[in-house]
């Protein structure tokens, strides 16, 4: 019957449509493998995607340090066999499949290994468009990103000194932190104790030195240059909300994590005192911790560390609602980011309306004998390197050289890795 042929080529045209649209044929997952590596001293994890088309793969940043090798096998035994066969390039779909299937979810070893999936799945999809992954978020709204880095010293004229080094180089922005006298100090490095025991920190000495430190170093470095710290969760509640007004009048770029995520609710206490602008979120895991924060407009930054939070695709949601609340996006950039995970903060960076400053980390000689491609730094900007995906390539031969391990001391290699404690003088355990 017509009606009846007429009906079949319909169907058969309709479901050759997808096809003919898409242009591409569907990637399929062949094998999930992880990069484990410390070029820089600090345990990077990097995992490999491998698809079923010739040449074609990727590689996303998993990177949790202190905890490295349980990501490792999250990935090697949860991941791998959950994601071989599946298709590539349904990246949200995966995501959320991820997510839900180990039921209990946000923690920070299965997100970081969700987040070396993730960000592996977005270089396939780039590499297969040929085009940098800023081009499949709907590109560029700014060429270089903005960043900041980090001046310390046993004494403030030292800090000092490294501030103006960095200035030097035409660095807009500098997160400044001082050694304490006879005690431990965030981002600066500070004395043991004699009987080498744990670090002791006292929050009150702190306080008093970096207010000391801020007020040379307005008077130093003048009113333009952006001036940044991070209080690393290290005082108490009501310490922070008096420590946020004291700094009120050297106009502080952003203060960083002056509380806990634990402690977030004094947030609006710190609101309601003063207009020393606040950045919040590297401990962050998920949308529980910063929705409140972004909604009621009580942090100007949110800085969450991309791979903590489940890699770029819950990133790219999270900046988006951000946007809508005038809050800005400042990813955390540190050493312990490898460079793929350093590529996709830069991405976010110039694909987001809301982009605020990009910490900053430098490469060195044997990061980049094992990854190619690092994001480089001009003039206190910071650019893509312009190549598909993430634009980089591995040496895994290189990578093998430096396995877990390499250069660490101290605490660092007693403990695989990990951290140890810091007390306050009475020898109470506080916040790393
Ligand atoms: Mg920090």
Redesign the pocket.
Known sequence: MPTRLRRREFLAAALAAPAVMRGMPTPKIKDVSVIATAPGGLRLVVVKILTDQDGLYGYGCGTFTQRADLVVEAVNRYLRPFLIGRPADTIGDLWEAMYNSSYWRNGPVLNNAISGVDQALWDIKGRQANMPVYELLGGKQRQGAMIYSHASGAEITDTIDSARKIMARGIKAVRLQVSVPGYAA??SAGPRRPDAGDPIFDPYAYVRRTLQLFETARKELGPEVHLIH?V?ERVPPRLAVEFAKALEPYHLFYM??ALSPEDIDYFREIRRNCTTPIAMG?LFNSPHEWNMLIKERLIDYI?VHVTQAGGLTPAWKLATMAEAFQVRTAW?G?GDVSPIGHCANVTLDLVCRNFGIQ?WSPSNERLDEVFDGYPQMKDGYLYANEKPGWGVEINEKAAAKYPFGSFEKGEHKDLNGGWGVVRTPDGTVINQ
Request: proline share 9%; aromatic share 10%; net charge negative.
């Open positions: 965030y981002g991070d690393h960083e994590d590297e800085r955390h540190p910490e």
